[in-house]
């Protein structure tokens, strides 16, 4: 909220004024003494030349104010300035001294706006030496060198007078060869905040802390049944890790009265960390994580340190509301994206932190609002919006700042954040200097807002999304003596948006085109929501096939959430990057339920069944899949009765199944045939196979030349049957003779035995058979005189399997 004052040059709070004319009163009196005495004017003209001398040099040497303390000094206290000078210049500064010097009293809060931004040296505005002791002197400073100075002073020494904000500086004076006069040489200012007794009504003060990241973890989940999370990268680690950006955050908050404002996956991912998890490298593979102690140890703190506190959880992953608001509300979708990272959004805070948060504030990125905003914030459910005292301005002429609550309408609260406290740390916060200036103009802005008015308010301070570790620092630093200050008191965040609006502040939401044109450059673009529809619409058809459907839509769906969120902003090549991801790896998982290719198929015959192989590499098990087998010429070919076939498929995980159709052949050639699976809604699923079909039908005249030789071969068996028949039945005569021949011969030799001739009835026949040439027939018995056979024996085993008969 911005006071009219600040921004319209309307003047202070009345009482104020009337402080400052009696004051001015008091002051003008010597003046007006000193114009009525004519001779003093070579004085006064004196005078003036010593102010430009003074002035000339001012930023010749650098003054760096590195502590100033106590920051809000009150009573009896002893305020210690420390910091250092470096002479910027290329001549020696000689007879130097680094001096304190208190200004006026600033009575508003642009004033203070004003004299931060100064770097010159004002007589008279910046006030006098306090002199006497308390400055550090100098003998030389020479070119490029830099002094440590350290000033203590007390309080009282200072002659601040009425509670207020009073400008103070340090500056440094000395003299230069060229300049050989005594002038100041630099200065620096800031602001000394008094109010020493309590305030007669303090300010109710809201401070966001949040814990907010950009996107760690990818879509990808390793093998099995763990499904072992993959991260972009160890950057989360580091961030966690003691000294890291998010342990800062963490060790500072959770000494202050602050109200939590945390991104849900920032706590999915970090849980997710303290399992078994991997981190992918440049090849495109992952490697094991090992910071899981890191992890739970962060997680464990985190947990003492939001208990009994408040907790707002942001939707999953931060959406960019405005984003989506400008660019993605005419794709289909979107806001069904931005409804599901609300809705799982307390479950998930709920789990990992054991408390229930908030999830009816939306912050559109830096409190920027219109009234699309609105209204995509509003539509997932939220009713109060996080907005900014720079968004959402007073113009109704109010010379204070008005409460955080805004009435806007429809029910829905503006909690308008002070947008002078809330960007003050938005800076560099690593040098001692700029966290001092900066810690001294948020309390000053703060004593200066509640001293407006005698009316007690409720004041948001919303900071920068992901503030770092310096930045994180300043801002505890700050806090700090603002909860212990006489003119604050904290506040939850639910009781500002419900405090009593001011009835006289503005609540006319901006239009569009007061939408700032910086922050319109930075927004993700309308491509990028085509993107992600186009990924959920991948995602919807593959989870109909799935058993386990949560084992996908889960993590697909909460990276869909992160492709939309806020920490995308100005990094536009590596959000497209993640969407990329997204989907190649949803393609890559797609892909592993496919059909098998196949090679050019041949059928003889007027009828045949076709295999087709589905393939399932999934580790779960698919279904409502249907095989459909499409003949493109079913006048030659047809499956079943028709041009195409159906069969519906279910695969377990990690295996195949194999379809058959049936065919019929009405004519020779070759067919293509094409396989595609398809859903049961009838979308197609994965790539088409393609294969040739090759057709060979059996004519009657080849089964006539079939009949003929079959009938040859019967006839030519039988015809060596009865020739075998034969040959038997000739031998069986012969044996019967031969036995007949041996009874006869064997009463004659006994006679010729007796008669003294010798026994040898076969050589007659031996002698008979050499003489008349003849040889033994081929059917002849085997005798045991005859040669073994000079081959081998026929082999009797059955024929080797490498033979196949297509049947």
Same mark, same amino acid.
């Given at each position: ?167 103070? !500086? ?6 230069? !060869? ?107 593979? !992952? ?115 008005? !409460? ?117 450059? #930075? ?91 589905? #393939? ?192």
């Amino acid at each position: 909220m911005a006071e009219a004052a600040d921004f319209q040059g309307t003047s202070a709070s009345p009482a104020r004024r009337l402080l400052r004319r009696a004051g001015a009163m008091i002051a003008g009196a010597p003046l007006l003494a000193c114009l009525l005495q004519l001779p003093a004017a070579p004085s006064a003209l004196a005078s003036g030349q010593e102010s430009v001398r003074a002035a000339s040099g001012s930023r010749t040497v650098a003054v760096s104010l590195d502590s100033l303390s106590p920051s809000a000094p009150s009573d009896g206290d002893t305020l210690t300035v420390t910091g250092t000078v470096t002479n910027n210049g290329k001549q020696a500064v000689t007879d130097a001294h680094v001096g304190l010097r208190v200004g006026q009293e600033l009575d508003t809060r642009s004033a203070i706006d004003s004299v931060a931004q100064r770097t010159e040296y004002e007589p008279g505005t910046d006030g006098s030496e306090i002199g006497g002791q308390y400055i550090q002197k100098f003998t030389q400073l020479p070119p490029g060198v830099a002094e440590h100075f350290s000033i203590s002073v007390p309080v009282d020494k200072l002659h601040l007078g009425a509670n207020g904000v009073y400008e103070f !500086s340090v500056s440094l004076s000395g003299q230069t !060869s060229a300049q050989p006069w005594d002038q100041v040489l630099g200065i620096q200012h800031t602001f000394l905040p008094w109010q020493p007794d309590d305030a007669g009504t303090k300010t109710k003060t809201t401070y966001l802390w949040p814990l907010v990241s950009t996107v760690h973890m990818t879509a990808e989940t390793g093998p099995g049944e763990q499904q072992t999370p993959v991260f972009l990268n160890d950057d989360l680690a580091k961030d966690i890790a003691p000294g890291g950006r998010l342990e800062q955050m963490l060790s500072l908050g959770k000494d202050l009265d602050v109200t939590w404002v945390i991104d849900p996956d920032l706590l999915a991912s970090v849980d997710a960390m303290t399992r078994n998890y991997g981190i992918r490298t440049a090849g495109g593979t !992952s490697v094991a994580g090992t910071h899981q102690a890191v992890a739970k140890q962060w997680l464990a703190e985190l947990q003492q340190a939001v208990l009994g506190k408040e907790v707002v959880a942001l939707p999953f992953a931060d959406p960019d509301l405005a984003s989506l608001a400008h660019n993605g509300t005419g794709v289909t979708g979107s806001l069904s994206q931005l409804k599901d990272a609300t809705d799982v959004a307390a479950s998930t805070v709920e789990t990992v932190l054991h408390v229930k948060p908030s999830t009816d504030f939306a912050w559109p990125v830096d409190g920027a609002i219109d009234p699309s905003i609105v209204k995509v914030a509003t539509s997932a459910g939220a009713d109060k919006i996080i907005a900014r005292s720079d968004s959402l301005q007073e113009t109704s002429g109010l010379n204070y700042t008005p !409460s955080a609550a805004h009435p806007i309408g429809g029910g829905t609260t503006a909690v308008v954040a002070d947008a002078r406290l809330s960007t003050v740390f938005q800076g560099d916060m690593t040098q001692a200097g700029t966290t001092t200036l900066a810690v001294q103009r948020f309390l000053a802005q703060s004593l200066e807002l509640d001293g407006q008015t005698g009316k007690q308010r409720s004041i948001v301070v919303a900071p920068q999304r992901m503030p770092t570790a310096s930045q994180a620092q300043a801002m505890a630093q700050a806090l700090t003596v603002l909860q212990q200050s006489t003119w604050s008191q904290s506040q939850s965040l639910a009781a500002a948006a419900k405090a009593t609006p001011d009835p006289a502040a503005d609540t006319r939401v901006p239009p569009a085109s007061d939408y700032p044109s910086s922050l319109r450059r #930075q927004e993700l673009s309308r491509p990028a929501f085509d993107a992600i529809a186009g990924t959920q619409n991948k995602v919807d058809n593959f989870q109909v096939i799935l058993t386990f459907k949560s084992r996908v839509v889960t993590p697909f769906g909460r990276a869909m959430n992160r492709e939309m969120s806020t920490s995308w902003r100005g990094r536009a090549d590596e959000a497209e990057s993640f969407r990329d991801g997204v989907e190649a790896y949803l393609d890559d998982l797609s892909q592993q339920v496919k059909l098998i290719d196949k090679s050019e198929t041949k059928l003889s015959g007027r009828s045949a069944t076709i295999p087709v192989t589905v #393939q399932n590499n999934l580790v779960q098990g698919v279904d409502h899949l249907v095989l459909r087998l499409t003949s493109t010429n079913p006048t030659r070919l047809k499956i079943g009765n028709r041009a195409f076939a159906e069969q519906s498929v279910a695969v377990p995980g990690g295996h195949s199944q194999t379809v058959k159709f049936t065919t019929s052949a009405n004519a020779n050639g070759p067919v293509t045939v094409v396989a595609q699976l398809y859903t049961q809604d009838g979308q197609k699923y994965g790539a088409p196979v393609t294969f040739d079909v090759k057709v060979t039908e059996v004519t009657a005249a080849v089964m006539l030349v079939i009949g003929g030789g079959v009938l040859l071969l019967v006839l030519a068996g039988f015809r060596m049957y009865t020739q075998r028949k034969r040959a038997a039945a000739r031998e069986e005569g012969e044996a019967a003779q031969e036995a007949h021949d041996d009874l006869d011969e064997g009463g004659a030799t006994r006679e010729n035995t007796e008669n003294g001739e010798p026994e040898n009835p076969a050589e007659p026949t031996d002698r008979l058979n050499k003489e008349s040439g003849a040889r033994p027939r081929a059917d002849d018995p085997e005798q045991p005189s005859d040669p073994t056979p000079d081959t081998a024996a026929e082999n009797a085993d059955p024929s080797g399997t490498g033979e196949k008969v297509d049947r």
